[in-house]
């Protein structure tokens, strides 16, 4: 499976291997900062990756992590200066969380799981699908969580039902897997 | 704020996995025994320590005084990275043998949402700068009180006769929302007190 079908499903970012938990549940609790961070994180991901690929060759291969988190600090920094002066997303708890994207699983793992003979193109590709999973992960937590408010559940925005939303995800995911292992054999 | 306000509420009140939930990735992973899960606690208050004196420092110096708090971002994760280089390079001298671990664990250790928010608000909320090390260590031990507990709760599920769907990560989703339904009465009952 290609690296982007990959972490769609058997390995998605949000549901199966949580790579931006935190910013996950605080994004998911509220259809406004869902609406910010389904866009952002992946847009800020794939192009510090983009940009970290043509910085990697010219640095020796140990420092290629923290090059990559200093250019992705670098894209979120910008980030940040274009969201204060926008309006967008102003309170300062959703600028602390627009900062974490720096150091979020979700930026840093497609360049922590890189082999070192691996080239930059799986790599690259590695992040546009943790990007899009992320994504496509965040737009179903936050339809779950805000359906479960919407029906009357007080705390369907609170941080415990995202984590009980999250189990009951990863409970479908299994029986999904075991479904298929099942018909497979 | 006093040195026993400044400790209650980084252990507790604003505890950073409890209260706040800026748990580390990969968060699961990380609890998959009591004795993991101490470690991770305690190699995080290094580098809370650490990364908070250092931030510090730079933060009262530099930023706050010459008003570029908007480069608060690439700044510490420069210090974060320039650490992680530094420690992988002491992990070599000291454990060469170890050098693999270190270099798979290091940036997880380094690069997370926890110690990001612990370097950057504690220079803002702490008065004495000689109470910002307190403070961050205080923070560690909030992490070791999350931590271990949670950890030891995934691994007495994963040991019991559940069904296979609800062992390991689930169980630990579960554990940390029974957790959070506990803080969030807690919290409730404190301010209700106050």
């Keep these: 499976m290609n690296p982007v079908g990959l972490h769609l499903g058997p390995r998605n970012p949000v549901w199966v291997v949580p790579l931006a938990l935190p910013l996950a549940i605080f994004a998911s609790g509220e259809l406004n900062r869902a609406l910010l961070f389904v866009w952002l994180l992946p847009a800020a991901v794939v192009l510090a990756h983009a940009i970290a690929a043509v910085v990697e060759p010219w640095v020796p291969r140990r420092l290629r992590i923290a090059v990559m988190a200093i250019v992705a600090a670098a894209v979120v920094t910008v980030a940040e200066v274009i969201l204060r002066r926008t309006q967008i997303g102003s309170t300062s708890e959703t600028l602390l969380m627009v900062r974490l994207i720096a150091v979020s699983g979700a930026m840093v793992w497609p360049a922590l799981a890189a082999h070192s003979d691996e080239g930059w193109r799986v790599r690259f590709l590695r992040a546009v699908g943790v990007a899009v999973g992320f994504a496509v992960g965040l737009t179903i937590l936050t339809a779950a969580r805000l359906s479960l408010a919407a029906i009357g559940l007080q705390p369907g925005d609170s941080v415990a039902v995202g984590f009980l939303v999250l189990a009951a995800g990863r409970i479908v995911v299994f029986m999904i897997r075991d479904r298929r292992r099942r018909s497979a054999s | ?194």
């Design chain 2, 1 to 194: 704020m006093s040195v026993t306000a400044l400790v209650v509420t980084a252990v507790l009140t604003q505890n950073v996995i409890l209260a706040q939930f800026l748990a580390p990735w990969p968060f699961p992973a990380l609890l998959a025994t009591p004795r993991r899960g101490a470690l991770v606690s305690l190699a995080l208050t290094v580098v809370f320590v650490w990364s908070a004196t250092l931030y510090g420092i730079v933060y009262r110096t530099v930023l706050a005084p010459f008003g570029l708090v908007y480069l608060e971002t690439i700044t510490l994760v420069v210090i974060l990275s320039v650490s992680l280089m530094l420690a992988a390079r002491l992990a070599v001298a000291l454990a060469p043998a170890r050098y693999r671990l270190v270099r798979s664990t290091a940036p997880v250790l380094f690069l997370n949402a926890a110690v990001f928010v612990v370097a950057t608000r504690l220079p803002q909320q702490v008065d004495r700068f000689a109470h910002l090390p307190l403070a961050a260590a205080a923070t560690g031990a909030g992490v070791f009180l999350a931590l271990v507990p949670l950890a030891a709760i995934r691994h007495r599920l994963d040991r019991a006769r559940l069904p296979r769907a609800l062992r390991g990560d689930t169980a630990v989703y579960i554990a940390v929302a029974l957790t959070a339904l506990v803080v969030q009465r807690l919290d409730a009952a404190i301010a209700a007190l106050l």
